[in-house]
């Protein structure tokens, strides 16, 4: 049941229409974050202790089960990161995308648990703490709203929102991903970028998602590492082939098959990436494939 009052509830509804495999629970104010089970709090995966030793056991045996080798111990961090923080963007993004409205989660308001029965990707339980929005938003009259002056101005909240969350999970993984400082805001642009541009495509507004992503991530835009920056390239029968755009960090899948490197990855040449994305359309199959990747392989 949605919360009274809710600012998110109605973006959450409709993501969970387009993307059915991630529900999304709006905790209200005196209410606790689940416990128990396969329930892990975003704080318990910041401490990188033993709550993140147990969450990554999942990856570690989903990699065993659906490759037949088990990966390295840096590579098993990157992919439970990843396969966090991409619906954990979604959290913000979405109700900025649909509604204008940026909601705040310290890593102390999340719980995510992936084991749920029917919810590939997982499920969340939320509470927000306050959320941003333009002037003329009907919900600036409620309570925690944040009125902020133009598009700009939000656009400003959405990063700022994404990195106080992303930030302290970040450091709990980097030690155990052999990774620092810009690597792991590279993966957050990604993230941010691969979330939302996959979500928009569900949703029938992939081009407006392509322009709003540019917008938000143009670059310089610190802690963040490049840009969205996607290119619209012609194809090899002389139509418009899909938007592309080069990865920031590096997803490690090639550490598992090394044989299938995708076309964006930044390990590969200039001239390589981008014959093999005008040729195939990589950039939106390997965009696709990490998303499926969430739902395919929770199975």
Known sequence: ???????????????????????????????????????????????????????????????????????????????GLHRYAWPACLLITVPWFLHRRVPRYPVTHVSFDRTAPGLAVGRMA??????????DDPAATLPGARVVPDEEALRAEVRAAVAQHLEPVLGGFGPRMRRRGRALWGMATDEIVESLRYVSQLLGEEERGLRELELL?????????????FRRPTGPDGKPAPATRERISCCMFYTLRPDDVCAT???????????????????????????????????
Do not use: H, N
Request: proline share 7%; charged share 25%; hydrophobic share 40%.
């Open 265 to 299: 990855c930044p390990r590969t040449c200039a001239t390589g990436r981008t014959t093999a994305t005008v040729t195939a359309g990589a950039t939106t199959e390997r965009t696709a494939v990490r998303a499926d990747d969430l739902v395919a392989q929770a199975g």
């Open 1 to 79: 049941m949605p919360v009274p009052g809710s600012a998110v509830a109605d973006a959450y509804a409709r993501l969970a229409e387009a993307f059915p495999a991630l529900a999304v629970t709006e905790l209200g104010a005196d209410e606790e974050l689940p416990r128990g089970g396969g329930w892990v709090a975003a704080s318990e995966l910041a401490e990188g202790e033993s709550d993140l030793e147990t969450f990554l056991t999942w990856d570690d045996t989903q990699v065993l089960r659906d490759y037949g080798r088990r990966g390295r111990p840096d590579v098993i961090a990157s992919f």
């Open 217 to 229: 991530l143009p670059g310089a835009t610190k802690p963040y590492v490049g840009a969205a920056a």
């Open 126 to 135: 939320v509470r927000p703490d306050g959320f941003a929005c333009l002037p």
